[in-house]
């Protein structure tokens, strides 16, 4: 019938890729664990195994080239859903989506959201993900109550912060290597509405960027911002804050566009890039809005349109999300000017003021200061030096690289960035690997 | 629709229709060979808004438990809406043709037990003058291809005995749904190859609800596959034997 919506279709074998599409990688098989009994008869042989959500990834940090991928996704099932009190244990391959369709209804919502629905809670939990309420709620791990893991010795083990809570701190934010996420509970957070009142300011430097949040972070839940990044001089952009409004009536989600094919490379050379930045800015008439705005296209304006990697073609992009330490503001400035100067960056360019909540995870990202995230076109060695170029930087400031984002960190900047990795790699599991945990631990000794 | 009954329940198809049933706060029986999985659907539908989640361990090749499981299903929810059988297995087509038990026992699980409960589930709800009965059957049943025929007669099977029965049950306000499903990922097909037509059990599953609340009478999801069946059957019987598809 022709009413019908678009059905979805299933992963092939080579749909086991990450989001960036870079780099290409190919697991020797691919495990899909439909049921939490099954694990009990999991065959991985000898090889190296990395579990898989819904490889919302950037880089290599869910891909296992040569190895078995354990796929998680079929894993959807709730298992007890506190309606009271908002506590819910789901199964791990359970997507955020999934999940928000069924809380939302009865008041519920996630206490951390990242900027797109389709992820899964172990991939949620594996990469410690922050959300635009990092400043009042930190991470996705410290909403965490408990979860179970499945180690390649047949061992399932409840983690809590005082059980098994070396295991608990180092699976948080441990990218899939400590084992199998097989569930999780986590505490919500009340809404009054699906709604949020929302406010987008005009800011034409950093400096009032920094004013805009810093008059923002005590009265609003939510405050993220839009950077235009392909102009030289002062830094200027859009920032969003927002709180859940009681009342009011959402507009109805749209059903998702969808990309179908890899567009050709001149969609997104950097006149066509600059010209979309200065439309977007432009397009806000005036200096501030203000609107009631429904969670989806506030949280998750990128899912309106399906596979939107497709948009920088065959040769996939590069994400890159680093953190400065905020007495690093100068550093940082440095960086978003060696950023436009090089005219590769693209229309995807978020920056973000993290609060001074401590992450609960060992190797958690996410750490007081200001971040940046922004998209490459992969235009091979010239972007890989300008890579490198800014890892440098951030260096020197003190600051990290997100390793759910990366694709191409050197071993040094990665152990620069997290020095705990060694007392990490104390957790990981013995049959646990992944294409990226190979190339940023590549020549040292743990 | 408030009381169902789902046999084979831990379909990874059957699930996602029972989700969306459970969010209308449904009552449920769930029937199923293997109880961790059935616990596990069970707990998923309860915490999902179900008002009332029962299991019953079947293995579904009991025809004589089959026969029975509508009775129960009546007293353990008080009454009962709908029917949705969901049990199949996709069996190795080589194997079967050198074992004719083998044959029988696929045929049976595929097409006895369906007709079984379809034939005590007729009765009751003929009495009540409502009511759905909904089986999965298969774009497989459309034409008897040499790779896959005893699947696909096992299917035809239900499906002409689906269409009988909506024929005798026509005006009495009882609905016949025959849900052709094309290749779906799930369990049953894990270890094909994947191809751009494979479907998600979600979106079938959904397929399904809509079709039972409606009534619709025979269902192929996603849609286009009623255009290849179309194809399938025009293609000529001297043609079609000698196509290796
Ligand atoms: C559009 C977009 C916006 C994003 N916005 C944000 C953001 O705002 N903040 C943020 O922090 N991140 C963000 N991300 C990144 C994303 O949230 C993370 O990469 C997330 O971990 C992806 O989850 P996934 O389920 O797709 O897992 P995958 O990408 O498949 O895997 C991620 C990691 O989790 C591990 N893993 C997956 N399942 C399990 C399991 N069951 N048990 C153990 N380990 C497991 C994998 O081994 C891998 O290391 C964004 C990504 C996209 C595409
Ligand atoms: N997947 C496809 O491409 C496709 C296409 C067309 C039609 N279908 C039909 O869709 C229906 C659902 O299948 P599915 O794709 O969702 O696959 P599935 O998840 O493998 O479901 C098959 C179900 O049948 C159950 N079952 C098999 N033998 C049984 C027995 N003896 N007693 C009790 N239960 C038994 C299985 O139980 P266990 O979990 O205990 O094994 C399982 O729950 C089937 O009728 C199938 O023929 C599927």
Sequence with gaps: ?446 | MKRILITGATSAIAQETARLFAADGAALLLVGRDSDKLAAVADDLRARGAEKVETEIVDLIDLARCSRLIDEAVEKLGGLDALLVAQGTLPDQAECEADPLKTLFEFSLNAMGPITLLLRGAAYFENRRSGCLAVITSIAGVRGRKTNYIYGSAKATVSTFLEGLRGRLCGTGVSVVDIRPGFVDTPMTAHLPKQALFATPESVGARIYRAMIAGDDVVYTPWFWRWIALVLQLIPRRIFVKLSI
């Design chain 1, 1 to 446: 019938m022709l009413g019908d919506p678009a059905p979805s279709y299933a992963l092939a074998m080579a749909d086991y890729q990450s989001w960036g599409r870079i780099p290409k990688a190919t697991a020797s098989a691919v495990r899909r664990v439909y049921w939490r009994s099954e694990l009990a008869e999991l065959d991985l042989g000898s090889s190296a195994a990395l579990p898989y959500g819904l490889g919302r990834s950037y880089g290599d940090s869910c891909l296992n080239d040569g190895g078995i991928l354990i796929d998680t996704s079929p894993l959807s099932r709730l298992i007890h859903f506190d309606f009271e009190r908002g506590i819910l244990r789901a199964e791990a391959g359970l997507s955020l989506q999934q999940l928000l369709a069924v809380a939302v209804p009865r008041g519920w919502f996630l206490p951390v959201s990242p900027g797109t629905q389709f992820v899964t809670l172990g991939g949620a939990v594996a990469n410690d993900i922050h959300g635009k309420n990092h400043h009042r709620a930190g991470t996705f791990g410290r909403h965490v109550r408990r979860f179970e893991l499945w180690r390649s010795d047949g061992s399932q083990q409840e983690c809590s912060p005082d059980q098994n809570a070396e295991l608990f701190r180092a699976t948080i934010g441990g990218m899939g290597l400590t084992g199998v996420i097989t569930w999780v509970e986590i505490q919500l957070v009340g809404i009054p509405s699906p709604c949020l009142q929302m406010e987008r300011i005009r800011f034409r430097s950093l400096d009032e960027y920094l004013a805009l949040e810093s008059e923002s972070s005590a009265d609003y839940e939510y405050t993220v911002s839009w950077v235009d990044c392909m102009r030289s001089g002062p830094t200027r952009g859009l920032f969003q804050r927002a709180n859940f409004a009681g009342g009011g009536t959402p507009r109805k989600a749209r059903r998702p566009l969808c990309v179908p094919f890899d567009l050709p490379s001149f969609a997104l050379n950097s006149s066509a890039v600059k010209l979309f930045n200065q439309t977007i800015f432009q397009l806000q008439q005036s200096e501030r809005i203000s609107r009631l705005t429904h969670y989806a296209p506030f949280f998750y304006p990128l899912d309106a349109v399906r596979d939107w990697n497709r948009i920088y073609g065959k040769r996939g992009f590069f994400q890159y999300q680093f953190l400065v330490p905020n007495d690093a503001e100068e550093a940082f400035r440095e960086i978003l000017r060696r950023i436009s100067s090089a005219r590769q960056g693209s229309f995807l360019v978020i920056l973000k003021k993290f609060g001074n909540i401590a992450s609960p995870g060992l190797m958690s990202f996410p750490r007081e200061g200001l971040t940046l995230a922004l998209d490459f076109p992969n235009r091979g060695q010239a972007t890989c030096d300008l890579l490198d170029d800014l890892d440098e930087l951030v260096q020197q400031a003190g600051g990290c690289v997100y390793p759910a984002k990366d694709a191409r960190m050197s071993p040094a900047s990665f152990q620069a960035y997290y020095p705990q990795w060694k007392e990490f790699s104390r957790y990981t599991d013995p049959q646990f690997s992944s294409s990226f945990w190979r190339r940023v631990t590549a020549g040292a000794v743990a």
